[in-house]
């Protein structure tokens, strides 16, 4: 089946100044979709033309044969055809209280997750325990370790909502939680002898000179701390006499970051020659990853959750260096693709200072992580080891690079991974159709609310306010404008033309006005024109807005 995939390019296009993991997930998820769909249509789920029109060029130029199409927001009989909605983050709430419009089974929604670190992320994960989601929905985990986060977070809010209402052992509706990794083209990252060889003469690197690469944002408090890169590289440069390069293909936020990077190096590792390209042009990314012989990512943020870049660098035949964090532990086989150094971090008793000054405002979202990141460290001896391990034996970073390369195309390529994408959505749709056809669930989906409380209908939350209200006994008729003119002028001058002809066209205004020569029942005037009673009071009450009609109270 092919989703509605709902569209901000934010979410998709890579030559934002800012590129994040998300984008880059999402284009590659992108890019899955266009060359995994069923049939041509590709739908984009999206409020405005503006980013339809976004999403059919970056389609378009991925396959110029794929035929994107646009499924507006607000179409919800659209996207009840369609089946599944599919969510490029995890805000499952937002989607499903619209979805009370249309009938909680209209459709399934499928959500996934980026970094659960954020009070937004979060909070999104918390609301789902009061948010309409039904067990034919889903919130994509990207690892063991994202899921582990959401099940502890649903644990918590679940015992506080339980506590709030004073019960207890409340069954909570939720959506399914699969584990599904991000994926990458692996066929993006093949190099050949001789453009690696090219790569490392236009570096200025000798051919003997092992090169360990860092690929992603270049930050020390929402990244990777590179303190213990920069010592396991001196130690290993020490240690085996091998000319050592650390090659960081990145960018700074600002100045002070980079002296920051800059100064830390050269005091830690003075030995290792430190070489800097810019992360963000494509050509000198895979010039980076083309001169490597080692891949090194030492996180230790919580906002972390997946790391693309690991599975990158198996794809590019490379051993990595990662640490024991997040879903690095699924993705790098500690031996076999390179190896995993373990980690270390304080108990639950020392967070509670660094959420409590996050929620208050006291400290930003990027001092939250940096504190938090300022705790963690790695087992120094550990690494030391493994990099001098591979610095002095070639022949061990080529097994483990093909090994990681053999593993990244056969598990966290994005046709292996969009296929598993698929083979829940068909699960979701039937769990959907299995309920709708189940007696149990029955009642419970005919006397489901149809609109959230939060986006209230206006006429039933300030139904109070007017002195009467339009029924189907309401008597209309038609009047003279006291300036002579009629709806066609009035619906297209300014005070009524942003408004006026998106609730009555001219036809139906002429049609109305045309059978209102005495005064008439709304009730009889729908039955006259055969149009619904709430079609006619609509046309009513914008034709007395401009004077055009009388209205008398039953």
Not at 66 to 72: D, G, I, K, S
Not at 448 to 468: D, I, L, Q, V
Request: proline share 6%; charged share 15%.
């Amino acid at each position: 089946m092919n989703p509605a995939i709902y569209y901000a390019p934010d979410g998709y296009v890579l030559t934002g100044p800012k590129l994040m993991g998300r984008q880059s997930a999402g284009n590659g998820f992108l890019r899955a979709a266009v060359a995994g769909r069923t049939d041509d249509a590709l739908w984009a789920y999206t409020p405005t033309q503006a980013s339809a029109e976004s999403f059919a060029q970056l389609v378009k130029r991925m396959d110029p044969q794929a035929r994107p199409q646009w499924c507006p927001a607000h179409r919800l009989d659209m996207l009840g055809r369609i089946g599944l909605l599919y969510l490029p983050g995890p805000g499952l709430e937002d989607a499903t209280q619209l979805r009370l419009r249309a009938g909680p089974a209209a459709y399934s929604v499928c959500g996934v997750t980026h970094t659960t670190a954020s009070h937004g992320a979060m909070d999104s994960i918390a609301k789902l325990l009061m948010a309409p989601v039904m067990p034919w929905d889903a919130l994509v985990c990207t690892s063991q370790a994202v899921l582990q986060t959401v099940r502890t977070l649903l644990d918590q809010q679940a015992s506080y909502l339980e506590w709030r209402w004073g019960k207890r052992e409340t069954e909570w509706t939720l959506p399914q939680l699969p584990v599904i990794p991000l994926g990458v083209h692996t066929a993006d990252f093949v190099f050949t002898d001789q453009e690696r060889r090219m790569a490392r003469e236009a570096l200025g690197i000798a051919p003997e000179a092992v090169v360990s690469v860092f690929v992603g944002r270049l930050s020390f408090h929402a990244k990777a701390h590179p303190h213990a890169m920069f010592i396991g590289l001196q130690q290993a440069a020490l240690r085996t006499g091998q000319p050592m390069v650390l090659l960081q293909s990145g960018w700074y936020a600002n100045e002070a970051i980079e002296a920051a990077f800059t100064t830390g190096a050269q005091w830690a590792c003075p030995d290792v020659r430190c070489i800097t390209t810019d992360g963000r042009v494509p050509a000198q990314v895979r010039q980076s990853w083309a001169a490597a012989d080692i891949f090194i990512s030492l996180s230790d943020n919580v906002q972390e959750t997946f790391g693309l870049t690991p599975v990158e660098a198996m794809a590019a035949g490379l051993p990595v260096v990662v640490t024991d964090w997040n879903g690095y532990k699924d993705t790098v086989r500690d031996g076999v693709d390179g190896f995993r150094i373990p980690t270390f971090m304080p108990g639950v008793a020392h967070g509670r200072s660094f959420s409590l000054a996050y929620e208050s405002g006291a400290d930003s979202y990027d001092r939250y992580c940096g504190l938090n990141a300022q705790t963690v460290s790695v087992d120094m001896a550990a690494l030391s080891q493994r990099l001098c391990d591979l610095a002095s034996d070639p022949a061990l970073r080529k097994r483990m690079g093909e090994a990681g390369q053999a593993r990244a195309t056969s598990v966290f390529d994005w046709a292996v991974v969009y296929r598993q994408y698929q083979h829940l959505w068909q699960e979701l749709g039937r769990l959907r159709a299995q309920a709708l056809n189940s007696p149990a669930w029955q009642t419970r989906l005919q006397t489901s609310p149809r609109e959230s409380a939060a986006w209230s209908n206006p006429m039933r939350a300030f139904g109070h306010y007017p002195t009467h209200t339009l029924d189907a006994n309401t008597r209309v008729k038609a009047r003279a404008h006291a300036a002579g003119l009629d709806y066609s002028v009035w619906s297209a001058h300014g005070l009524y033309r942003s408004t006026a002809p998106g609730l009555l066209n001219l036809s139906q205004a002429q049609d109305m006005l045309a059978i209102l020569q005495a005064e008439v029942p709304l009730g009889q005037v729908a039955t006259q024109l055969g149009w619904s009673l709430t079609a006619t009071e609509m046309a009513a009450a914008v034709l007395a807005k401009m004077g055009l009609v009388s209205l008398v109270p039953a």
